[in-house]
């Protein structure tokens, strides 16, 4: 039957346009009932007798949600007790309209076999498909729809012939959808009533969502925010330039200030300051926001001031103490930065927090707060009976809805991950803070591994360059057994030199387009944790197959250079072949092969070779411009071996370190220009853009405090001044500048070469770049294998690695899992080292200061490479008289002691564990002696400050 | 907001179609006395007008005509009134020009034009309503208006387009479907023995996927050519009852 579809839609351009779409109706599609005699479906999903038990429905029944209940309730649908779920494709559409990330996690459910959920496809179905009416409203409409569907299922199943047939119940929030539904004769409950009726599971009932229905009991009578507008109304506003619409960022340090990044014309971001809670209107961090720009006179410079949420009580009360603190009127214009508050929400973007339950004082009660691991999410208050036993447990926290007349959010609990403190949790939690996929492989993505036992074939032979007679060794750190780079070098006969870089060939046993390629795709990056490895690719390729280890044969991608004696390259051919290494070597002991002359062996030899070569080759890259930033500072390192931090290493680079680095960058040099040859379109490239002038800022201001120049003109520049600015007996300072200006850079982001124009990569000073050297733990370097394969006609091409757009998208999944990866590395060492400082106690130390800030300076400590903040203000006394200079920066303290950046400080550093979810060091003051500032040298004095770890 | 889900989980489509299923064809012969053949076809919601004359003599200059077979002149316009926003140039700009090329190629290949040497035969067909395969409608429509001519052809002539959607081919595409990114391809098909008149691919395609697209508007063609088929018989059967009245 045909019906046609008629509606007008508004145009781009502002025209009216009448749009006719066809639309049938078939009486092809079933119930989807495994009891049902009438329909004809090959595979039902719904069955008979799994049904949960209800005290209120005794009988087998199904469940379809209505829209907002799906919305709303995700999180008790995704439960694995409700199963047998009819999903109406009127809902469907309606929640893929309103929220993506609900549609997906929805999605998600109804491919999930076990969890039996059934999408009916009602608009199609010649018997519920319903027509707007005159007058009605798509809302409307939609309910009806909803209604139609269920009570057509009512009748369908009255008529199968058993007596015990199941039932369909409808779950709606909405009063008079329910007693519409009822009139017609479908059973219908509100939400919250059916959970609770279940019988054995009110741990569910914690997962409801509050909803706006019974907010009420919440409410205090005083509205604390100002109203958000609505949509139509914030877009007539972005349309007139009225609002602006920018993503929120929250700010780490200072609760009450918050930054809009609105993306301007081109790639220009304009940056607008949110200061107060006011302002700031119930925004959450990454929610997309539309701001209204205050008039120029109230425009300010960020607050130094570091400010935490750190009330204990649950009133809403005023902040006006804490924002007082904030108002300062800053003199220096220059530092002014755009003011504004939040007028609406464009779009939310909650995701389950982690975190932990600040139990309320009243004991029975049932609302408690909720304090998420990340400071940038505001405190969130939740609903639960089982606080008691939540006490100290990590756990997760969806966010329901923020009313204007509440403190906090409200929300509900999702799930518990464990104890605090526990290394596991802990490491449960920064994965799932970061987004880091990390449950173990699935079976299907097992089975596209290759079957044990592997040998090279015949075939593979066949295709490829034998190179096992090459004496190849691979370098890497102690302890590491995904190896996927080898080095080889030989004399010619004709006094030049072959250079090999041997990698692993990753993407033979990784085919395009399976579950093993698309998983890695997603992971994009193995994580590498203190004492802990989240692979991208399982371990029998990580640590087997792919591993370039000594004396086994292997596939490896090889680029191969000729050289002459001046590291001149003269030719580049790039092959698919089979290496066997001869020797896996630690940095430590090639470096001693190299300086041990008596060693005269071929790897040794070859070793040296590449050791002459590789130093041509830096040279030549630092007078070209390329910045030398990995600076040596000491990093907290673990002892691999027993997994708990015992120790802190000195990272030392020896030059066997940058002799593998050197040709690695070469290597990606080479091949990066390769592929961009062939496929001028679609190669995946690297770029590190040059940052803004007016990022080294601070770079030069503190160097101007030394009567140093720091000139950032041009990356040469800035690594000319570097090595120029040092400081007789003060041997750190160069390091610490150069600390600095690493904090300058932007970060450094993959891209498909089709959609950008600007290649260029700052820090290695190349005009182009990629990553090809590890495709074991980066799924970058797999693509651009793939690429460069097709380009040496080694392999076939698949379309999605002709899609610029496709990969584009990957690329932005590699970024940000990138970026996710280093948050968490970062995350995992902070956490490491509390576990350390928990095991050595008290420690003084030396330190430099970093940072000045308006109440605090921040310390590093170069023997752990530990940050810290030590902070003068107290929360309960009044602190001592501060007096900032921005110009410095400096901060004076009871006009005795003046401190500048770079000073040297001696501090206590110990661990705080008083807040189990936020352990930090702490650090205190021991010099210079202030009275009523520092602390007594020998013992801890216990209101010492909280100090601030390094993110 | 995101765009317009193309194709369902479940395998329906925009308009409750499955990926191979065709929209509503229906057509009718013979729908105007003065020309010598002339058909109107709905395609779904796309309609279209054929009006064939001859073959008879070439007209205009003697220089175009040719010795051994028949000239073939075919003329495209869209009414103005067939999109959603009134067409300014009904024909004669470059996507018209271009169409009418087409279809002159397409019955090149099917028309017996060697049995009409110094001839030509005139094909006009107008768009009325435009959603989505403007040039299978054309070339179904035409076909049909050539059988009401009584001019012999090799076979039907049936077009059909075919679009590539989340690795499932789609056939007969309507409006929203071809402009909602991917990959469009028309293809016109003798289906007895599976002969191309003419196939056309604007966009990219990924050298694997073709076999499969090809295969989706091959048997879309053949599907379409057993309609045309019926309409042509019940058009001979009710045109012989009026004749023995």
């Known amino acids: 039957m045909l019906k046609s579809k008629t509606f007008v839609k508004k145009t781009r351009s502002g025209g009216v346009l009448k749009i006719v779409r066809e639309h049938y109706l078939r009486d092809d599609i079933w119930c989807g009932f495994e009891v049902c005699s009438e329909c004809k479906d090959e595979s039902p999903v719904l069955q008979r007798d799994a049904c949960i038990e209800s005290n209120l429905c005794p009988f087998p029944h199904c469940l379809i949600p209505d829209t907002n209940v799906v919305l709303h309730q995700i999180d008790i649908l995704e439960d694995p007790l409700i199963r047998n779920v009819i999903i109406l494709q009127t809902v469907l559409q309606e929640v893929r309209h309103r929220s993506a990330p609900v549609y997906k996690r929805i999605k998600d459910a109804i491919h999930d076999k076990e969890k039996r959920f059934y999408t009916f496809t009602n608009e199609h179905h010649r018997e519920t498909f319903v027509e707007r009416e005159q007058g009605e409203s798509a809302n409307d409409r939609n309910d009806r729809a909803i209604r139609v569907a269920a009570k057509w299922y009512t009748e369908h199943l009255s008529k199968s012939p058993s007596d015990s047939e199941p039932k369909v119940v409808l779950l709606t929030n909405d009063r008079a959808n329910k007693e519409k539904a009822e009139q017609i004769g479908v059973i219908s409950y509100r939400c919250e009533e059916y959970i609770k009726s279940l019988i054995g599971n009110p741990e569910l009932v914690d997962r409801l969502a509050l909803t706006s229905d019974d907010q009420n009991e919440i409410s205090g009578s005083k509205l604390l925010f100002p109203e958000h507008l609505p949509l139509s109304k914030i877009q007539a506003g972005i349309k007139s330039g009225a609002f602006l619409q920018g993503s929120f960022r929250a700010n780490t340090d200072n609760y009450l200030e918050a930054t809009v990044f609105i993306l301007g014309e081109g790639d220009k971001t304009t940056e607008v300051l949110l200061q107060g809670l006011q302002n700031l209107n119930r925004a959450v961090h990454q929610d997309v926001v539309a701001v209204e720009l205050f008039p120029k006179e109230q425009w300010v410079a960020p607050s130094s001031v570091v400010l935490q949420d750190d009330q204990q009580n649950d009133e809403d009360t005023e902040e006006e103490e804490a924002e007082k603190k904030m108002e300062n009127p800053v003199p220096d214009t220059t530092m002014l930065k755009p003011t504004g508050r939040v007028v609406g929400i464009i779009k939310r973007n909650w995701r389950p927090f982690c975190g932990m339950l600040n139990q309320s004082q009243i004991k029975e009660a049932t609302r408690h707060l909720f304090t998420p691991a990340d400071r940038r999410i505001p405190r969130i208050r939740i609903e639960t009976r089982q606080a008691s036993t939540l006490m100290g447990q990590r756990i997760i926290v969806a966010i329901d809805g923020w009313p204007r007349t509440s403190r906090y959010p409200n929300g509900h609990f999702v799930r518990s991950l464990g104890g605090a403190g526990d290394k596991e949790t802990e490491t449960e939690v920064l994965l799932l803070e970061h987004d880091v996929p990390h449950q173990p492989f699935s079976q299907t993505v097992l089975s596209f591994l290759p079957k044990m036992p592997w040998t090279i074939t015949e075939e593979d032979m066949k295709v490829r360059a034998d190179l096992r007679h090459l004496c190849v060794c691979s370098v890497d750190p102690p302890g590491c057994t995904d190896i996927d780079d080898a080095l080889h070098c030989y004399e010619l006969e004709n006094g030049n030199l072959e250079v090999g870089v041997h990698i692993a060939d990753v993407s033979h046993f990784i085919r395009p387009g399976n579950a093993l390629d698309q998983e890695a795709a997603n992971r994009g990056t193995t994580v590498y944790l203190c004492g802990k490895r989240i692979d991208m690719v399982p371990e029998l390729l990580s640590s087997n197959l792919c591993s370039l280890r000594s004396n086994v044969e292997r596939l490896a991608f090889s680029c191969i250079w000729e050289m002459n004696n001046n590291a001149e390259i003269i030719n580049t051919r790039f092959t698919k072949s089979v290496i066997n290494s001869k020797a896996s070597l630690t940095y430590a002991e090639a470096q001693m092969r190299i300086d041990d002359s008596s060693m005269n062996d071929e790897i040794t030899k070859s070793l040296r070779g590449l050791n002459t070569l590789a130093k041509m080759l830096k040279s030549r890259r630092i007078e070209k411009g390329a910045l030398t930033l990995s600076s040596p500072e000491v990093r907290f390192h673990m002892d691999s071996e027993t997994h708990d931090p015992i120790d802190l290493q000195t990272k030392e680079l020896k030059d066997t370190n940058s002799l593998v680095e050197e040709f690695m960058l070469l290597a990606n040099i080479s091949v990066a220009q390769k592929i961009y040859e062939e496929f001028s379109e679609c190669a995946l490239l690297r770029k590190h853009p040059a940052p803004p002038p007016s990022n080294y800022d601070i770079l030069i201001k503190a160097a101007k405090s030394k009567n140093l120049m720091i000139r950032t003109d041009s990356a040469k520049a800035l690594a000319d001044s570097l090595n120029e600015a040092t400081l007789e007996n003060f041997s750190y300072f160069n390091t610490l500048l150069r600390i600095l200006a690493t904090r300058c850079m932007m970060q450094a982001v993959y891209f498909c070469s089709g959609m950008d124009s600007d290649f260029h990569h700052y820090g290695l000073a190349s005009p182009i770049y990629t990553h090809f050297t590890s495709p074991i733990r980066r799924y970058s370097d797999i693509i651009v294998h793939r690429l460069l394969a097709v380009a040496i006609n080694a392999d076939s091409t698949y379309p999605d690695l002709m899609d610029k757009h496709k990969q584009a998208a990957l690329c932005n999944n590699l970024n940000y899992r990138h970026k996710m990866a280093q948050y968490a590395q970062r995350t995992s060492v902070a956490f490491h080292t509390q576990l350390f400082f928990k095991n050595k106690g008290i420690l003084n130390e030396e330190g430099f200061i970093l940072f000045v800030r308006k109440n605090a300076i921040i310390i590093l400590i170069p023997k752990f490479g530990l940050e810290g903040t030590v902070f003068f203000e107290k929360k309960d006394k009044p602190g001592p008289r501060l007096t900032f200079d921005s110009e410095g920066p400096s901060l004076t303290i009871e006009d005795q002691h003046t401190f500048h950046i770079f000073d040297k400080v001696k501090v206590n550093i110990s661990l705080d564990s008083s807040n189990i979810q936020h352990q930090k060091i702490r650090m205190a003051l021991l010099e210079p002696v202030i009275p009523g500032v520092s602390v007594p040298l020998p013992e801890l004095e216990p209101e010492a400050k909280k100090p601030k770890l390094d993110r | ?245």
């Open chain 2, 1 to 245: 907001m995101a765009g317009l889900e193309l194709l369902s989980d479940q395998g329906y489509r925009l308009d409750g179609r499955k990926a191979t299923e065709l929209r509503k064809l229906q057509a009718r012969m013979g729908v105007f006395g003065q020309a010598d053949g002339s058909a109107y076809l709905e395609q779904g919601n796309t309609k279209a007008l054929a009006v064939v004359y001859g073959p008879h003599e070439v007209r205009g200059s003697r220089s175009k005509s040719l010795h051994d077979r028949a000239v073939i002149n075919c003329q495209y316009s869209m009414a103005t009134f067939s999109t959603a926003e009134r067409k300014r140039r009904p024909h004669g700009d470059r996507k018209s020009s271009e169409m009418s090329l087409h279809l002159k190629q397409t019955f090149e290949a099917a028309v017996l034009t060697q049995l009409y040497p110094r001839s030509q035969i005139d094909i006009y067909v107008k768009i009325l309503q435009s959603d989505g395969g403007n040039y299978s409608a054309c070339v179904n429509a035409a076909t049909l208006a050539l059988v009401d001519a009584g001019i012999p052809m090799r076979d039907y002539v049936c077009a059909c387009t075919a679009g590539f959607v989340e690795d499932t081919p789609l056939a007969d595409l309507c409006h929203a479907e071809e402009s909602g990114g991917g990959t469009t391809l028309s293809l016109a098909l003798l289906p007895r023995r599976e002969n191309i008149a003419l196939v056309q691919m604007d966009a990219r395609l990924h050298q694997d996927h073709l076999p499969a697209l090809m295969e989706a508007a091959t048997v879309a063609c053949k599907g379409l050519s057993k309609v045309l088929d019926s309409v042509v018989r019940q058009h001979l059967q009710e045109v012989s009852v009026q004749t023995r009245e």
